[in-house]
């Protein structure tokens, strides 16, 4: 009777072990006897954007800091919400909003509790990924990676079957071009050097965009600052906020500290913090990878995830408006479940469509649509969906933040026993 061979394993490269790349590689070693999984991270621990670094500019390897968290920093969704599904641990009710340092404390309570940290190799730095291509057949791609060890400065190609990235998105500041910017002189940031308000006392300053960065960031240094002009085009902004906090328009230019505004009116400014996002970037992925970031839109992504033209590398992270780790935990299992061909593909112009439909002003943006878009990979994959209390908590914080901005972040959040239904409590 002959021998039976074992089953070659598929070697899996994860770049980044912050919270996606934590939940990626505990996925994989789920189930060893398929995968073999190398976890490459930058760093020296784990949590990716959620490590807090006093410092800014560049890091003792000479590479930018990655983390724009801020000292202060609260999270804007509850914790008890923020919870992978398979370890829920962060149970915290009043406030319901965190601190930075508890979500990483929860990352490193998952990593022991699932034991990743022996598939992790610290301070390497992924330098390049180039497919290999066998007869056009994507299963049989593989993918040559260039690895940096920055202790030694040894530099190494390795082969791997399949490519999982999870590079965090919230560390290339994205600066808008102003007119008259080099006129300027007082002080100006992006949002991702920011750290502590305390520089800001007694000066008028203009905080532009509205997005959570700049809201809460602006609320912030509101208790230090003359006044705070919270500058953007948005929809205006209907919760009372600080006595001293102004929502006023978009900057048009500026000439010394003379702002412009988009509807013509001119105020004094003695510093500006740019709260205008990030780009996504992926300079370690060759052309022939054929990733393209086109006015941040990453193409051609099927469902925000799979690279079309290499389905054997998928970008972990990239929707925005979402509560991230519940949509990390499918988004994983579904590319593994791809792996394992428990998982079939539409044909490449189908999935090029799916590209196309996703392609307007916020080609990435989910928030409502999340839990179809999680429900879908559940589905395919058959493992259970997202339990209700998720959507019927963010729902339920998201309406408070629209009327309360100044203390939805302390609310109480209250799960029934039923496991949907949430009460949001001030």
């Known amino acids: 009777m002959a021998a039976i061979m074992p089953r070659k394993k598929i070697r899996i490269c994860v770049i980044g072990a912050g919270a996606a790349g934590l939940c990626a590689a505990r996925h994989l070693s789920h189930d060893l006897e398929s995968f073999e999984p190398a976890i490459f991270e930058q760093n020296i621990t784990i949590g990716g954007t959620w490590v807090y670094n ?89 993918f040559r990676v260039t690895i940096k060890h920055l202790i030694t400065q040894i530099i190494e190609d390795k082969i791997f079957d399949a490519i999982i990235i999870c590079n965090g998105h919230y560390s290339t500041p994205k600066i808008p071009v102003i007119i008259g910017i080099e006129t300027f002189s007082g002080d100006s940031m992006h949002s991702h050097d920011y750290r502590t308000p305390q520089k800001y006392i007694k000066k008028n300053v203009i905080v ?48 010394g500290n003379n702002f412009t505004l988009n509807d013509g009116t001119i105020i004094i400014a003695d510093a500006l913090i740019y709260c205008t996002g990030y780009y996504f970037t992926f300079p370690f992925l060759t052309d022939e990878c054929q990733i393209k970031v086109i006015d941040n839109y990453v193409t051609p992504l099927y469902k925000h995830l799979i690279n079309i033209e290499h389905p054997k590398m998928a970008i972990v992270g990239i929707p925005s408006q979402v509560i991230p780790f519940p949509l990390f935990h499918y988004q994983v299992q579904y590319f593994l479940g791809l792996l394992l061909n428990r998982v079939i593909l539409p044909s490449k112009d189908k999935m090029l469509e799916d590209v196309k439909l996703n392609n307007g002003k916020y080609p990435h943006k989910l928030s409502h649509n999340q839990w179809e878009y999680n429900d879908y990979f559940a589905n395919a994959v058959g493992v259970d969906k997202l339990p209700l209390f998720y959507k019927n908590g963010y729902n339920a914080i998201h309406t408070l933040r629209s009327t309360n901005v100044l203390q939805y972040k302390d609310s109480e959040i209250v799960v029934k026993d039923d496991g949907e239904t949430v009460h949001i409590n001030i």
């Not at 919870?83 to 319901?96: C, E, G, L, T, V």
């Not at 240094?221 to 006595?243: E, F, G, K």
């Open 208 to 255: 532009l965009g509205a997005g959570p960065s700049g809201i809460d960031i602006g609320i912030e240094i509101s208790d230090y600052a003359q006044h705070v002009y919270l500058s953007h085009n948005n929809t205006r902004l209907t919760s009372v906020l600080p006595l001293n906090m102004t929502q006023v328009q978009g900057i048009e230019s500026i000439n």
């Open 54 to 142: 006093d410092n800014v500019g560049i890091d003792n390897n000479n590479y930018p800091i990655h983390s724009s968290i801020y000292k202060n920093l609260r999270t804007n969704i509850p914790l008890k919400l923020m919870n992978f599904p398979d370890f829920q641990s962060m149970d915290q009710k009043r406030p319901s909003c965190g601190t930075h340092e508890q979500v990483l404390n929860y990352l490193h309570d998952y990593a022991n509790h699932f034991k990743l940290f022996q598939y992790i190799k610290f301070n390497t730095k992924i330098q390049s990924i180039k497919p290999q291509m066998s007869n056009e057949n994507w299963q049989q791609t593989t």
